[in-house]
C-alpha cells in the first residue's frame, strides 16, 4: 500500500480586524513571508519577511482581532507567533514545545483559539488557549494515525475536527457543548489524501476530501449541527482543493485540476446542488489558498509554476468572471 504524505500548506489567508487582507506564504527558500492590503479591497504594501523557515502554515484570529500564525518549522517544531496589536507588528516566534506534519486552526465560541496538528508520531493533537487571546494550555492527544486535519465550528459553536488516517479513512470528532470536552472520533465514509471543511449558509457543515486518485467528495450534515447525508462524487479531478463561502452564502470550491490549472466549482445557490463541472481562472498552480474582502468579493492567492505568488479576484461580490492573474507583488488595485 502507498503511504500518504500530508499536502503542502504553503500559502494561509487571514483577514484584520479592519478588513484588509493579509496573506501568508513560503517560497521555495523556505522563509515565512506575508504581505498585506493597504486598505481593505485595496492595493498591497509589497512583501515582508518574517525571518523564519517554515513548511507549512496556519493562521487564526484572536478574539481581540489580533491575527495569530501557527507555523512548523523545517525540523517540524509547531511555531507561533501574533501581532501585538490588531493590525499591528508581530511579537516573535515561539514554540508550542510540539513537534508536527500538519495543522489547522479555528476559534472556540469564547474566542479562544484551538489548534490541531498531526504530530511527529502520526497521532492527531491538540492545544488551545486557556483564555480569549492568552496563554497556551500545552499539548494533548485528540486521535490516533493522521495525515491532514481541518477544523469547522459547528451553528451552536462547538467545534469539530475531520481527519484523514494513516490509509486515508475520513473520520471525526466533535465537542460535547461549546468551548467542551471532546464527544471522541467516529469514521465517516470515505478515504482521501487532503481534506477541508467550510459551513453553509445555514450553518450545517460541509466536508470535502481528494481521494487518493484525485476525485473530490463531499459529505454534508443533513440539519445544522446534526447527521451526515453520505458522501457524494462532485466528479472533478484534484491535486489540492480549497473551500470559501461567497457573499449570500453560497459555497465556492477552487481546485488545481490534473494539468495544474485552477478551476472552480460552486453551489448554484446558498445551500443548496452544485455545479456540473468547474470552469478554468486561465493558471497553473502548485498550490493556492482563499480569502474574502470586506467587501465580499473572493480572492484566491497561488503559487505558479515558478513558485512565484500570484493572486486573482472576484469583480464583484459572487459574480464572475474573474480578473486575470496578477503576481502578488502590490499590483493593481481589485476594485475600479
Do not use: C
Request: charged share 25%; no cysteine; net charge negative.
Amino acid at each position: 500500500m502507498t503511504k500518504l504524505a500530508p499536502p503542502e500548506k504553503r500559502i494561509a489567508i487571514g483577514r484584520n480586524h479592519d478588513g484588509r487582507l493579509e496573506a501568508f506564504y513560503i517560497k521555495p527558500d523556505g522563509v515565512l513571508r506575508h504581505n498585506w492590503q493597504n486598505r481593505p479591497n485595496s492595493l498591497w504594501k509589497g512583501e515582508e519577511s518574517l525571518e523564519v523557515k517554515a513548511t507549512q502554515v496556519a493562521v487564526g484570529v484572536n478574539a481581540d482581532g489580533r491575527l495569530e500564525i501557527f507555523y512548523l518549522s523545517p525540523e517540524g517544531d509547531v511555531q507561533h507567533d501574533w501581532q501585538t496589536e490588531p493590525g499591528g507588528d508581530w511579537h516573535g516566534a515561539e514554540s508550542l514545545g510540539a513537534k508536527g506534519r500538519a495543522l489547522d486552526v479555528s476559534s472556540n465560541a469564547d474566542g479562544r483559539l484551538e489548534l490541531f496538528w498531526v504530530g511527529d508520531d502520526g497521532a492527531l493533537w491538540h492545544d488551545w488557549q486557556l483564555e480569549p487571546n492568552g496563554d497556551w494550555s500545552g499539548k494533548e492527544k485528540l486521535g490516533e494515525k493522521a495525515i491532514d486535519v481541518a477544523v469547522g465550528r459547528n451553528e451552536d459553536g462547538r467545534l469539530e475536527v475531520f481527519y484523514l488516517g494513516a490509509a486515508g479513512q475520513l473520520w471525526h470528532d466533535w465537542q460535547t457543548e461549546a468551548n467542551g470536552d471532546w464527544h471522541g472520533a467516529e469514521q465517516l465514509d470515505g478515504t482521501g489524501k487532503q481534506v477541508v471543511v467550510a459551513s453553509n449558509a445555514d450553518g450545517r457543515l460541509e466536508v470535502f476530501w481528494t481521494d487518493v486518485d484525485g476525485h473530490v467528495w463531499h459529505d454534508w450534515q443533513t440539519e445544522a449541527n446534526g447527521d451526515w447525508s453520505g458522501r457524494e462524487d462532485l466528479n472533478v479531478i484534484a491535486q489540492r482543493v480549497a473551500i470559501a463561502e461567497n457573499r449570500g452564502g453560497r459555497l465556492e470550491l477552487f481546485y488545481i485540476d490534473q494539468d495544474a490549472h485552477i478551476r472552480n466549482l460552486w453551489q448554484m445557490e446558498a445551500n443548496g446542488d452544485w455545479g456540473s463541472d468547474g470552469e478554468s481562472l486561465g493558471a497553473k498552480a502548485t498550490d493556492l489558498a482563499v480569502g474574502q474582502n470586506a467587501d465580499g468579493r473572493l480572492e484566491i492567492f497561488y503559487a505558479g509554476p515558478n513558485d512565484e505568488i500570484w493572486h486573482n479576484w472576484q469583480p464583484a461580490p459572487g459574480r464572475g468572471p474573474w480578473s486575470s492573474i496578477v503576481q502578488y507583488e502590490g499590483g493593481p488595485p481589485p476594485v475600479g
